[in-house]
C-alpha cells in the first residue's frame, strides 16, 4: 500500500492498482470507479455516496453532485483546477477539446497513422483507450488502468528509493509464446491475475491468422509486405498451446511493446502458405520478439 501525504492531507493507493481512499482534514473519502477507471463517485466510511461524477467521451465534467474536494477524476488522473486540465506527467491534457497542449515527442508508426497526431488523444478512443503517459496510448484498458497506477503510485512521494524501487520494478505483465495447428506461431501479453490481455501476431495485409495466410498462398510475387498487430483478447479466445517464455514490469513491456510492431517482408508462394514459408514469417518473428522479450525482461527500467 502506497500513501502519499503533506501532513494535512492524505492519499492511499493500494500496490500496483487503484487510489483506494483520501483523507482531508479527518474526513475520509473511498473512491468507486467505472470500467476505464474513472472516478465515478466518492463514499463515506459507511458506504453512502456523497460525490458523483458524469463526463463526456473525453473526460469533461458534464454533472458533479458533492462538494468534497478531489483531484482525481477522469481515469482516475489528476486534475488541475486552475488549468482545468489533466495533468499526465509528459503533458497537460485539455478534456474539452480533448487534445493535448503540448506537441508529443514520440515520433508515431507510419503504419498506424492515427499515431502521428501530434496532439489527438488516446488515439481518439477514448472509450476503449486511456494514454496515462502522454507519450504511448496503450490499446487495452485493463492494461492500461494498472499502467496508469503504477505510473501515478511512481510519480508520488513514496517516502524511501527502496519504495520506488519496488514499484518501478514490479513484474505485473506474463508473456507467453504460442504455437497452433495449421502450424502457426504468435504472442501474448497478460496482465498478472487476470485472464486478459494482449495478442500479438503478424499476417498479410488483408488480415492476419487464417485470413492473412490464404491470402498469401495465393501471391505470384513470391515476397509481400506484412504487418504486425496487437489486438485485446482473451486467454480463453485464444487456440494453441503455450509457453511462459518472461515477465515485464511496466517500463519493461512498453519497450517491448514499441520494438516490436511495425512492418515486416513475408516469404510467400502459390504453392506454400505463409506459415510454412522458409523466409521470413510468423515463426521467425516469433522467434526474434521473444529473444527481444527475454533480454528486456532483464533490463531495469
Known amino acids: 500500500m502506497l500513501v502519499e501525504s503533506d501532513g494535512t492531507n492524505t492519499v492511499t493507493y493500494s500496490y500496483g492498482h487503484d487510489l483506494l481512499s483520501q483523507d ?38 458534464l454533472n458533479q453532485t458533492g462538494t468534497t474536494e478531489n483531484s482525481y477524476r477522469f481515469t482516475g488522473e489528476q486534475y488541475d483546477a486552475g488549468l482545468d486540465q489533466y495533468y499526465l506527467r509528459a503533458r497537460y491534457y485539455d478534456p474539452g477539446v480533448g487534445r493535448f497542449t503540448q506537441m508529443d515527442t514520440f515520433q508515431g508508426r507510419m503504419d498506424e497513422p492515427v499515431t502521428l497526431h501530434k496532439y489527438l488523444y488516446a488515439n481518439g478512443d477514448p472509450g476503449n483507450v486511456v494514454d496515462p503517459s502522454g507519450k504511448i496510448s496503450l ?15 511512481s510519480s508520488v512521494n513514496l517516502g524511501t528509493k527502496k519504495a520506488l524501487d519496488i514499484a518501478k520494478n514490479a513484474k505485473i505483465f506474463s508473456v507467453y509464446d504460442y504455437v497452433q495447428l495449421p502450424l502457426h506461431f504468435y504472442m501474448y501479453v497478460e ?33 509481400m509486405p506484412g504487418f504486425v498487430r496487437s489486438e485485446r ?69
Open 233 to 301: 483478447a482473451s486467454r480463453y479466445e485464444l487456440k494453441g498451446k503455450r509457453k511462459k517464455i518472461a515477465s515485464f514490469s511496466l517500463g519493461q513491456y512498453i519497450l517491448w511493446h514499441t520494438s516490436v510492431m511495425g512492418t515486416e517482408q513475408m516469404e510467400c508462394s502459390i504453392d506454400i502458405t505463409y506459415s510454412l514459408a522458409p523466409g521470413p514469417n510468423c515463426l521467425s518473428w516469433t522467434f526474434t520478439a521473444t529473444l527481444k522479450a527475454i533480454a528486456i525482461s532483464k533490463l531495469k527500467l
Open 24 to 61: 482531508r482534514d479527518g474526513q475520509i473519502s473511498y473512491y468507486q470507479y467505472d470500467g476505464l477507471g474513472s472516478t465515478r463517485s466518492l463514499t463515506d466510511s459507511l458506504g453512502t455516496v456523497t460525490d458523483r461524477y458524469d463526463y463526456t467521451a473525453f473526460g469533461d465534467i
Open 139 to 153: 490499446i487495452e484498458v485493463s492494461f492500461a488502468e494498472d499502467i496508469g497506477e503504477t505510473l501515478r503510485g
Open 191 to 223: 496482465r498478472k491475475n487476470s485472464h486478459s490481455g494482449i495478442r500479438y501476431d503478424v499476417g498479410a495485409p488483408g488480415g492476419w491468422g487464417n485470413l492473412g495466410r490464404e491470402l498469401c498462398r495465393g501471391n505470384l510475387c513470391g515476397r
